[in-house]
């Protein structure tokens, strides 16, 4: 299983920007699909970005054009930028790999909150 470390949350300010970041502890990075998803008080858990290991990017509605996800395989990382965040950003944020490989097992971070005051 992989280890996920997430860090870069905190407390900012509507129309501020933030970038979280997830390190992960694993042999082979490239071959795991990433993803930030996100979790508000009484709400179920969403996705708000993936990369794939192919660098193929998609995004959920509310974050597209504000939020980019990206990757570098050399360092073990993904990451969130995060700008013009509004209240409705507010969360706990959790880093997820999936292995793009069969026989694999998902594995998700301990999670960052990301608070946006208004």
């Known amino acids: 299983q992989v280890q996920l470390v997430e860090s870069g949350g905190g407390l900012v300010q509507a129309g501020g920007s933030l970038t979280l970041t997830c390190s992960a502890s694993v042999r082979v990075f490239g071959i795991l699909h990433m993803a930030w998803y996100r979790q508000a008080p009484g709400k179920e858990r969403e996705l708000v970005a993936r990369i794939l290991n192919s660098e193929r990017r998609n995004y959920s509605d509310s974050v597209k054009g504000r939020f980019t996800i990206s990757r570098d395989n050399a360092k073990k990382t993904v990451y969130l930028r995060m700008t013009s965040l509004t209240p409705d950003d507010t969360a706990m944020y959790y880093c997820?790999?999936?292995?793009?490989?069969?026989?694999?097992?998902?594995?998700w971070g301990q999670g960052t909150q990301v608070t946006v005051s208004s």
């Open positions: 997820n790999a999936v292995p793009a490989v069969a026989g694999g097992s998902e594995s």
